[in-house]
């Protein structure tokens, strides 16, 4: 049980520290992601109002006279700093005429633009339609003026480079951050449950102890019971005290097998057995009993269907269920002991009519001690610890176990096992 806690619990704080972590990192990328944006947006409209004395001596009937390679003179064009572009670089800037063919270009980084790479850009952007977009690693926007179109490009390789770049770091730093304070997580963790686990060993220690000890005098108290009751002859009070003890056995022989189940002490042999032919033989001498309680006992089982795990401990889960089923169903009721097969699973069910559990109830039913408020008396026997055992057998088995109940209908325990490890 420790152990299980200490799992779920290492396994919630990295689980926490990883969602915390990605949304540190998602954050910082997506952070420089904007900024890259805003940027180069900015930088884009830089070049855009940059060009705006050039539509205005357009406008005045001036014309520029290109240079050679189909260049604009830049030194007729109001230029834009690189500090203002931030760390934006490399910038072309493309007229069109009004029929969309290249008319000039120019660019304020030498190498980085050719008349083979503008005429790759222009057709990308012709392709696109729209009036901004991506090209590899060149942004552009586009603006109609007096004369046909002007296309302001700008290169983002290195800030692409610097992104890619962050996402590795960020990843490897918060790998090696988790790696870290998961190791941290796990150490506080077992420290902190230290005390827990000291004293669930105490509890389970005097659990062990006292049951081993309340044996002999119950054994000594139904002794003598039966010993004046050959003296005295059947008596009314005898007759309670040897229900008490007999009641009194079996409390201690189910704290006796769940401590065993909790410490480990007995090593269990699993291998594979005729899960049908089991059920059979656990349910066969329990059909008498049902039917000294005026109830039917039937069943729904087929022999050849085999499952892994321990045939004995999987028979005493079976009675166990087909015990409280018999105790708790209504007079006159039917009890159907069923094996179902789903892939590898293997569904044992066990169904009463006649009974209904909330689902309040069905919450805890499994809850040691725990009985429902319609089973709180005493005249249906029981100490709460059969459905506990239950549970117990099934999670060494590594399966589950369940409860459905409907007030018409009744209520059905589900058991399922797995057929092979």
């Known amino acids: 049980m420790i152990e299980k806690l200490r799992r779920r619990l290492t396994l919630g704080s990295l689980a926490a520290l990883l969602l915390i972590l990605a949304g540190v990192i998602a954050a910082i ?18 070049l855009l109002s940059g060009n705006a004395d050039e539509l205005a001596v357009q406008d005045s009937g001036r014309t520029e006279r290109p240079g050679e390679g189909g260049r604009w003179d830049p030194s007729g064009l109001p230029q834009v700093r690189a500090a203002s572009l931030a760390r934006v670089s490399g910038s072309c800037t493309i007229r069109l005429n009004r029929e969309g063919q290249l008319h000039e270009w120019q660019s304020n980084t030498t190498g980085l633009y050719d008349d083979q790479r503008v005429q790759e850009l222009l057709e990308a952007i012709q392709q696109d339609g729209g009036s901004q977009g991506r ?32 996402l590795r770091i960020t990843v490897v730093v918060g790998a090696a951050a988790l790696v870290l304070l998961g190791i941290g997580a796990v150490l506080l963790i077992r420290k902190a449950l230290l005390p827990v686990q000291q004293a669930f060993a105490k509890q389970q220690q005097f659990v062990w102890d006292a049951s081993h000890e309340l044996k002999t005098p119950l054994a000594v108290i139904a002794t003598n ?16 005290i040897q229900s008490e003890v007999r009641s ?19 090593p269990v042999a699993f291998a594979r057995f005729d899960l049908g032919q089991a059920l059979l033989q656990a349910a066969l001498p329990l059909e008498s009993l049902a039917f000294e309680k005026g109830k039917v006992l039937e069943t729904h089982v087929a022999e050849g269907m085999y499952a892994y795990g321990n045939q004995e ?40 009519t006649g009974s209904y559990i909330s689902p309040q109830d069905c919450q805890r039913i499994f809850d040691r001690f725990y009985r429902a408020e319609d089973s709180h008396s005493r005249e ?18 590594k399966g589950r176990i369940f409860v459905e109940s409907d007030p018409a209908s009744g209520t059905r325990f589900t058991a399922v096992l797995m057929d092979s490890e």
């Open 380 to 397: 249906n026997g029981g100490s709460g610890l059969g459905l506990s055992i239950a549970q117990s057998i099934i999670q060494l088995h």
């Open 248 to 266: 009194a056995n079996q409390l201690v022989q189910n704290l006796l097998t769940l401590a065993r189940m909790d410490a480990g002490k007995s």
């Open 29 to 46: 990328n997506l952070s420089n992601g904007y900024l890259l944006r805003q940027q180069t947006s900015q930088a884009l409209d830089m």
């Open 135 to 166: 090209f590899g690693d060149q942004v552009w926007r586009k603006e109609e003026r007096s004369y046909g179109w002007l296309i302001v490009c700008l290169d983002i390789a290195s800030e692409m480079a610097y992104a890619q770049t962050l």
């Open 313 to 352: 401990l999987v028979q005493q889960l079976t009675v166990i269920l087909l015990s409280n089923a018999i105790q708790y169903a209504g007079p006159g009721g039917t009890i159907t002991l069923s094996l179902e097969a789903h892939g590898r699973q293997r569904w044992i069910r066990v169904h009463n």
């Open 225 to 240: 019971a039966q010993v004046l009751e050959k003296e005295c002859g059947e008596n009314e009070y005898l007759g309670y």
